[in-house]
């Protein structure tokens, strides 16, 4: 309908003061700015200028299209400085596990936030087979999840372990001190969600060859898991830095022989090379960073 180069004849016009002042401005001919102001009103089926003897001025719609106009030159000037000085903006889809939004995600995000202020963030929280799904499809740009299931062909940067232990209310339950696999699993328990695989590792080290199949319940919530075993409706396998953040949760770490120790969680940061590769170094940089406090 219109391009820059219009808007900036029209801005000429009314910055000169005139279609003949203008064409000394532009270094165009006079007849050539005439001709491309009667063009564009004949496209956009409006008039621009009102003239009479002293000159001309804008009409109603021509004062709304130079404001409208305005606002897509800064935003043009805005991109072109972003693109030609290397500024990072925009909006990242970032995908997190629920574990990392309690720890690593806060202080990575508030430092992104301080370096790169034009950045933006959509999260996404779910389960690392999900968001490794999600980054593999270009779903999502980049992505903190289980290092054992991050796909094929991204760049990957492990971040420190996370440590499970088992934590219940002692107003609610009394376990022998240390308590064994059978202790554990004769009680319901609050672990990861069903498909992830801490809670796989959960059922494989309390079910096989034992007198009585665990119950063990999934919850994508972490912090719904801290309030059901808060409550007494069970214990839970939780991270000891959730644990740590929550202390008004009331819970206690159970003490356990070592065969019933659960094995640490391995998070890594993902991205894709090809899509993602400067974002994706940049968001690996604060995350490091964050996990090292």
Same mark, same amino acid.
Not at 16 to 20: D, I, L, W, Y
Not at 114 to 119: G, K, V
Not at 180 to 183: L, M, N, Q
Not at 241 to 256: F, K, N, Q, T
């Given at each position: 309908m219109f391009?820059? /180069?219009?808007?900036e004849?029209?801005? %000429?016009? @009314?910055r *000169?003061? &005139?279609?003949?002042a203008?064409s000394?401005?532009?270094?165009?001919a !006079? $007849?050539?700015? $005439?001709?491309?102001v009667?063009h564009?009103?004949d496209?956009?089926?409006?008039a621009i200028f009102?003239?009479?003897g /002293?000159g #001309?001025?804008l009409?109603a719609?021509?004062?709304?299209?130079c404001?409208?106009?305005?606002v897509?030159v %800064? !935003?043009?000037?805005?991109?072109l400085?972003?693109?030609? *000085?290397n500024?990072?903006?925009?909006v990242?889809?970032l &995908?997190v596990?629920e574990?990392?939004t =309690?720890?690593v995600?806060?202080?990575?995000?508030?430092?992104l936030?301080?370096?790169?202020? +034009?950045?933006?963030?959509e999260?996404?929280?779910?389960t690392?087979? !999900?968001?490794?799904?999600?980054?593999?499809?270009?779903?999502?740009?980049?992505?903190i999840m289980?290092?054992?299931q991050?796909p094929r062909g991204?760049?990957?940067?492990?971040l420190p372990?996370?440590t +499970?232990g088992?934590? &219940? $209310?002692?107003a609610h339950f009394?376990?022998?001190?240390p308590a &064994?696999?059978?202790?554990l699993?004769s009680l319901?328990i @609050?672990?990861?969600?069903?498909?992830?695989?801490?809670?796989?590792q @959960?059922?494989q080290?309390?079910?096989?060859g034992?007198?009585?199949?665990a119950?063990? =319940?999934?919850?994508a919530?972490? %912090?719904t898991a801290?309030?059901? #075993?808060g *409550?007494?409706?069970?214990?839970?396998?939780?991270p000891h830095?959730?644990?740590?953040?929550?202390?008004? %949760?009331?819970?206690?770490?159970?003490?356990?022989r070592s065969?019933?120790?659960?094995?640490?969680?391995?998070?890594a940061?993902?991205?894709?090379p090809?899509?993602n590769?400067?974002?994706?170094?940049?968001v690996?940089?604060a995350? #490091?960073?964050a996990?090292?406090?």
């Open positions: 391009g820059f /180069r219009d808007i004849i029209i801005r %000429a016009i @009314v *000169q003061g &005139g279609f003949r203008a000394d401005d532009l270094g165009l !006079q $007849s050539a700015i $005439s001709r491309r009667r564009l009103e496209r956009m089926k409006i009102e003239r009479d /002293r #001309v001025r009409t719609a021509g004062r709304r299209l404001d409208e106009a305005e897509l %800064a !935003q043009r000037d805005r991109i400085e972003e693109l030609t *000085q500024v990072m903006a925009g990242v889809r &995908g596990a574990t990392m =309690h720890t995600l806060p202080r990575m995000l508030t430092d936030r301080a370096r790169h202020p +034009l950045l933006r963030f999260i996404s929280v779910d690392s087979d !999900q968001m490794g799904t999600l980054l593999a499809q270009d779903g999502l740009d980049v992505v289980l290092r054992d991050a991204i760049i990957l940067t492990a372990p996370v +499970l088992w934590f &219940g $209310s002692p009394t376990l022998p001190n &064994g696999i059978d202790d699993s319901p @609050v672990s990861f969600p069903k498909s992830s695989l801490p809670h796989r @959960v059922v080290l309390l079910s096989p034992r007198r009585q199949v119950a063990v =319940h999934g919850s919530s972490l %912090a801290l309030h059901l #075993v *409550q007494g409706f069970g214990i839970g396998t939780i830095d959730i644990v740590r953040s929550w202390p008004h %949760a009331g819970l206690e770490e159970i003490r356990v065969e019933a120790r659960l094995p640490d969680l391995d998070f940061i993902c991205y894709s090809e899509r590769e400067k974002i994706g170094r940049e690996t940089r995350a #490091v960073a996990a090292r406090n």
